[in-house]
């Protein structure tokens, strides 16, 4: 069997990582396409998926990503058109809310699925959701929720979070710990800053600045900046430990105390590993957010003040761990079906 898997975004090599080993260790020969965004490549070679770079960012205008998937799927369906002609047509076509290689698959006719957990991306999923076979995404999500994407009769549910399952074979490694100089006998509080460019400019005195000015006094604290300028008031800012370079940040959240980000990767990656974390996302929060905040595993922030930085027993006791290979069989799921229809 040959698997086509394409990474659009620096998470989705995580998630996508032990898939490709799942499939791999049954024989499977997977290629791996990406584009060149964020850490998107560099992670890729890290863990050894040896992708090919087909394609780059387009920004985030409307007009800009509806340019960029023509473009991107287009080139991705003659890439795979010339592998196919030399090597042997694919028989899969995986992503994570990459809607250039469901679209590329539909254009070749290659059996494809597609996977996400946030379901308000309403542009991604009407592409996705009506060009993909299956759709593998979170049981917290209901089915009503997706079926205006078309997703009605596709859906593959799973339990748990997928950071359960990407996590499963994690082991956290110190050496993060002394790449930044931290001592771990004292607090650490890591800090994913919001997709806003001003972290203290912005409205005066945003509640991401609160956040930060409260953490310095409390203990270490790692900040990941999005942008060039939040780095830069960052350094005026000064109190901050700032990484240079992509770290190892699932190793960093296991090891420290407390978790404050405006994402949803982050969030839940630091749920899996069971340190304690707040949100401060300000858009429509999704199923697997509400029900994490439901259970108490995730919480939101509404006021700097309520934040506490202390050390914690670190322990795997909280953690969960999940096969992938369940993942997988979700995602053949295509496979499945055109081997009833032909019996």
Not at 181 to 193: E, F, H, K, N, S
Not at 293 to 312: F, H
Request: proline share 5%; charged share 25%.
């Amino acid at each position: 069997m040959r698997v086509w898997v394409d990474l659009t975004n620096s998470p989705h090599v995580l998630v996508m990582r032990p898939i490709v080993e799942v499939l791999r260790a049954r024989g499977a020969e997977v290629e791996v396409t990406a584009r060149d965004f964020a850490q998107t490549v560099g992670l890729a070679e890290r863990f050894g998926l040896h992708a090919e770079v087909i394609g780059r960012h387009r920004g985030g205008r409307v007009a800009a990503k509806a340019v960029g998937l023509a473009s991107r799927a287009t080139a991705l369906a003659r890439w795979a058109g010339r592998r196919g002609r030399s090597r042997g047509r694919f028989d899969l076509a995986l992503g994570h809310g990459s809607n250039d290689v469901t679209v590329a698959a539909a254009l070749l006719r290659i059996p494809r699925s597609t996977m996400f957990d946030y379901e308000w991306a309403a542009v991604q999923h009407t592409v996705n959701c009506r060009l993909a076979q299956a759709v593998v995404v979170p049981e917290a999500i209901p089915p009503d929720r997706l079926d205006r994407y078309g997703a009605r009769g596709k859906l593959q549910r799973y339990p748990g979070l997928k950071e359960e399952y990407y996590l499963a074979d994690f082991a956290p490694d110190t050496a993060v710990l002394d790449e930044l100089a931290l001592d771990a006998t004292q607090p650490i509080a890591v800090v994913r800053t919001p997709p806003e460019v001003s972290l203290y400019h912005r409205f005066e005195h945003s509640l991401f600045a609160d956040v930060l000015d409260r953490l310095r006094d409390q203990g270490q604290v790692v900040v990941l900046p999005r942008t060039p300028e939040q780095r830069a008031e960052l350094d005026r800012a000064g109190g901050f430990t700032v990484p240079e370079r992509a770290i190892d940040a699932q190793s960093l959240i296991a090891f420290s105390d407390l978790v404050v980000s405006a994402g949803g990767t982050m969030n839940r990656e630091a749920v899996a590993l069971g340190t304690p974390v707040w949100t401060t996302f300000e858009g429509r929060l999704g199923a697997v957010d509400e029900q994490l905040i439901a259970d108490g595993r995730l919480r939101q922030l509404a006021r700097a003040a309520d934040l506490r930085l202390e050390k914690r027993p670190h322990t795997d006791a909280q953690r969960v761990r999940r096969d992938p290979a369940l993942l997988v069989d979700l995602l053949c799921a295509p496979l499945r079906r055109a081997a009833t229809a032909r019996r």
